[in-house]
């Protein structure tokens, strides 16, 4: 796992995607993540979203 940065929360609960991971993933507008949120060690994990 690479650390990217530390990015704040914005006002409306809605956080930005670095730069550099949205370049690595190739995102683009419209396109999905997946969250998913590991109580056991309180973080929160994203994935691109891969329709198989």
């Given at each position: 796992?690479?650390?990217i940065?530390?990015?704040?929360?914005?006002?409306?609960?809605?956080?930005?995607?670095?730069?550099?991971?949205?370049?690595?993933?190739?995102?683009?507008?419209?396109?999905?993540?997946?969250?998913?949120?590991?109580?056991?060690?309180?973080?929160?994990?994203?994935?691109?979203?891969?329709?198989?």
């Amino acid at each position: 796992m690479e650390l990217i940065g530390v990015y704040r929360v914005l006002p409306k609960m809605k956080m930005t995607i670095p730069k550099e991971i949205a370049e690595k993933w190739d995102l683009k507008p419209k396109d999905k993540l997946v969250v998913y949120y590991d109580e056991k060690n309180g973080r929160m994990v994203v994935e691109k979203w891969e329709k198989k």
